[in-house]
């Protein structure tokens, strides 16, 4: 839940007057969103969502992500539209922080996940992979093998605060990947961050997906085990089978995925928890006192770590 | 910013399935009021909010509050108005906490504060206590004299961590109040927690009050001073004299003050303070790593009490 920057009753004003979509009705800050400063925006033509982007998102990349949302909403992926201002521009500037205004997405994400959501979720993700195909901005995934490398440099030293054998785990499973790591799979555009909280559903239907502020290009599969493991896995920590295979058959049911991808998945799958496992490890071994923002458990993704570092095939996913 | 929880899918349908607002577009928690959790309900009808009482509200102090919304609405004060169920109650259960859906109220509250938003302020918190004195529901402030007390006795230990003297000056302050408390003065239902982010307004018009969970009957003009130190003082300290006087002038414009009220003033300014030192404080003394709620300034408070403690009369707020 995040609300960093608060603009001013004046700031915001000059703000809308650079749009045409009615008077401001209310404005009320909300709890989406851990990167960002989020804001229900009610105007007089209905509700908007209001982003001022904090310090962890690169301006340079914003760019990037608004037309990647236009892009997607074009081919009719739901997602929110960025909204252009009299100016034809989108992008602007609020309370010293660069910032925009995107439509309302309904629905909400499920607390809860079902199968009948995860089976959504693999149609959507590879409707999004398909739609992104000729999208034609690249950016980098920065949270891929280099960025593995320097969270882990710079949490291994106290990682074992957080679990006693963590930084010897971290150590052992990066040098594996940096062996097993596939460089010749399908990429495109991914979203990279579909956690539920991502995904809205209403009545059951899922609606569209929301906050692509870690979108990159990278291999398309690796998108796919990302949300295995942040939809197929119980919170008591058991892997759901039932789920994966939900997941998974209704991936490929729209993009088949080909050998190469197949057989890569359980190193994928590794990967995406090692990224998982580092990021959580690097912000609980560096929380602030006070700070808005709940600290994620690290050890959920080691557990899915050694969980994947057991797995032999595709099958065990529900891919046979 | 609160969001403490979070009903599932299941039991936010069942919970909506006993209203008749429409089918829900959307609901996203908030980051507005402290003590609750709140969401912004958005259903084909239109916006509601929609709260959870948590553990620092009395559920048995709940219906004083909706009936008071309800009472004040009727009477035209702007505020939220609760909905009622299809079994014409406005209270009921979601997930394990009392829950009610109120409207939404237009409008933003001022993060910059003008003398037009005081003289607002001060017409409108006039109008809540005339619409309020035929009320036929008392509560007693729990946060008055008594509730200092047990406050001042679980804080003066350590209130000098917080800054050096402050365990003597609470003891002074409250021995004092002891002794000057006035107890003739006429009593109402006040709302007694009118900051600035519980007052809405939409271009330069008040449009509301909201969050009555602290009202009860006392004193009517302890919340006009308990709005005079959140309202009149600039982020530097400073009393700002010209907000004072426009907030006082326009309060007594509707609903004058008599002369035990005029020369209660400086004693009720100080109670005021005293009250929003200890319960800052108590949060401040008890703060939890890792807690979603910022820690308020207590020594705030503590400037504003030396502040009145040298004030003669109310001339100096305005009302010469």
């Known amino acids: 839940m995040a609300v960093y920057t608060e603009p001013s009753d004046d700031e915001l004003r000059d703000f809308l007057a650079e749009y045409a979509i009615g008077d401001a009705l209310s404005c009320k800050g909300i709890a989406e969103g851990v990167e960002n400063s989020n804001f229900l925006l009610v105007t007089t033509q209905g509700p908007f969502i209001l982003t001022l982007y904090e310090k962890r998102v690169d301006p340079a990349d914003l760019p990037f992500f608004l037309d990647l949302m236009q892009h997607l909403a074009g081919k009719g992926v739901g997602c929110p539209l960025p909204v252009n201002g009299k100016d034809g521009r989108a992008l602007?500037?609020?309370?010293?922080?660069?910032?925009?205004?995107?439509?309302?997405?309904?629905?909400?994400?499920?607390?809860?996940?079902?199968?009948?959501?995860?089976?959504?979720?693999?149609?959507?993700?590879?409707?999004?992979?398909?739609?992104?195909?000729?999208?034609?901005?690249v950016r980098r995934n920065s949270l891929s093998l280099d960025g593995w490398r320097s969270l882990a440099a710079s949490c291994v030293a106290r990682a074992d605060a957080c679990e006693a054998g963590l930084a010897a785990a971290i150590t052992t499973e990066l040098a594996e990947l940096e062996q097993a790591w596939p460089?010749?799979?399908?990429?495109?555009?991914?979203?990279?961050?579909?956690?539920?909280?991502?995904?809205?559903?209403?009545?059951?239907?899922l609606t569209g997906l929301?906050?692509?502020?870690?979108?990159?290009?990278?291999?398309?599969?690796?998108?796919?085990?990302?949300?295995?493991n942040a939809w197929c896995f119980e919170p008591d920590g058991a892997f759901n089978?039932?789920?994966?295979?939900?997941?998974?058959?209704?991936?490929v049911a729209v993009r088949p995925l080909n050998q190469a991808e197949l057989a890569a998945l359980p190193v994928l799958a590794r990967g995406a928890s090692l990224r998982f496992l580092l990021t959580r490890l690097y912000d609980w071994l560096n929380r602030v006192d006070g700070a808005l923002v709940r600290v994620k458990d690290p050890l959920e993704y080691a557990r899915k770590l050694r969980f994947h570092r057991q797995v032999r095939d595709a099958g065990e996913y529900g891919l046979d």
């Open 92 to 137: 602007r500037t609020l309370a010293g922080r660069p910032a925009a205004i995107i439509t309302f997405l309904t629905g909400m994400w499920p607390r809860k996940i079902t199968v009948e959501h995860c089976r959504a979720l693999g149609t959507a993700l590879a409707a999004l992979h398909v739609a992104g195909a000729d999208f034609p901005h």
């Open 241 to 251: 089978a039932t789920k994966a295979r939900a997941l998974m058959r209704a991936y």
């Open 210 to 228: 929301i906050d692509f502020y870690f979108a990159c290009t990278d291999a398309l599969a690796y998108d796919l085990v990302i949300c295995l």
């Open 183 to 205: 460089s010749e799979l399908p990429v495109g555009v991914i979203h990279a961050d579909l956690f539920p909280d991502n995904v809205f559903f209403q009545d059951a239907k």
